[in-house]
């Protein structure tokens, strides 16, 4: 079993779709989420990061972290074609330990 | 906000030639810095994490003496890829932990490096 699970994907939602990211970990040591965005031929871009539990907004993107389920979501209103990419779930011990990746999951976004 | 600034962001040598990578840390310190490899569709595969002013440390499988990686100043990292070969060919992305820098969390990323090797 993976540390991290993350469906591949791809997804393809229309535009304006809400769409909704998830992974699942092994490792109750992990405090720390972070969900990354990456373009092709480009390098990973933070998107939201939280510490422990709870959920997190800024803007159209909604992260949430269920600890107990070993759990975290990405969530993003109103999806538009420039959100099409690669989202990265990652996770680490603490704030300076190795990250651990999911596989990511390939989105589109159609007009 | 906390940026890594990668070069080169694309490079071809030819087999047998050494290739450096360099990462800067642009606005903050990078006591640390972490290398990736990532195959096409593929996610980021850690290759070794170095320390300011110590030995870096190789993931499992991956030859310390082909990728050479120095971490001479808070502000510098680079990986070497020495005697290349075409299955060298391949991704390379570094980063860093913000440490709360100026409010900024999390792990910022290189532009990555596509390096092609013929």
């Given at each position: 079993q993976k540390e991290v699970e993350q469906d591949p994907g791809p997804l393809s939602v229309p535009e304006g779709a809400i769409v909704s990211l998830n992974c699942t970990y092994?490792?109750?040591?992990?405090q720390y989420f972070m969900w990354y965005r990456q373009y092709s031929r480009k390098g990973p871009e933070l998107l939201m990061y939280t510490y422990s539990s709870g959920n997190k907004e800024d803007g159209r993107f909604t992260a949430q972290v269920d600890k107990s389920s070993k759990y975290i979501s990405l969530f993003i209103r109103d999806s538009q074609p420039s959100d099409s990419a690669t989202y990265l779930c990652a996770m680490s011990v603490g704030t300076a330990s190795k990250l651990t990746f999911g596989t990511g999951t390939r989105l589109q976004v159609t007009l | 906000g906390a940026v890594v600034s990668q070069h080169p962001s694309r490079v071809i040598c030819k087999s047998g030639t050494s290739v450096k990578i360099e990462c800067r840390s642009l606005d903050f310190q990078a006591t640390t810095m972490f290398w990736y490899r990532q195959f096409p569709k593929k996610s980021l595969m850690l290759m070794a994490t170095s320390n300011e002013g110590s030995k870096a440390t190789y993931e499992q499988g991956v030859e310390k003496d082909k990728f050479l990686i120095n971490h001479a100043s808070l502000t510098l990292s680079t990986l070497t890829v020495t005697s290349a070969h075409p299955e060298d060919s391949s991704f390379y992305i570094c980063s860093a932990p913000?440490?709360?820098?100026?409010?900024n969390y999390g792990y910022t990323f290189g532009s990555g490096t596509r390096l092609t090797v013929v």
């Amino acid at each position: 079993q993976k540390e991290v699970e993350q469906d591949p994907g791809p997804l393809s939602v229309p535009e304006g779709a809400i769409v909704s990211l998830n992974c699942t970990y092994s490792n109750s040591a992990f405090q720390y989420f972070m969900w990354y965005r990456q373009y092709s031929r480009k390098g990973p871009e933070l998107l939201m990061y939280t510490y422990s539990s709870g959920n997190k907004e800024d803007g159209r993107f909604t992260a949430q972290v269920d600890k107990s389920s070993k759990y975290i979501s990405l969530f993003i209103r109103d999806s538009q074609p420039s959100d099409s990419a690669t989202y990265l779930c990652a996770m680490s011990v603490g704030t300076a330990s190795k990250l651990t990746f999911g596989t990511g999951t390939r989105l589109q976004v159609t007009l | 906000g906390a940026v890594v600034s990668q070069h080169p962001s694309r490079v071809i040598c030819k087999s047998g030639t050494s290739v450096k990578i360099e990462c800067r840390s642009l606005d903050f310190q990078a006591t640390t810095m972490f290398w990736y490899r990532q195959f096409p569709k593929k996610s980021l595969m850690l290759m070794a994490t170095s320390n300011e002013g110590s030995k870096a440390t190789y993931e499992q499988g991956v030859e310390k003496d082909k990728f050479l990686i120095n971490h001479a100043s808070l502000t510098l990292s680079t990986l070497t890829v020495t005697s290349a070969h075409p299955e060298d060919s391949s991704f390379y992305i570094c980063s860093a932990p913000l440490l709360g820098t100026d409010s900024n969390y999390g792990y910022t990323f290189g532009s990555g490096t596509r390096l092609t090797v013929v």
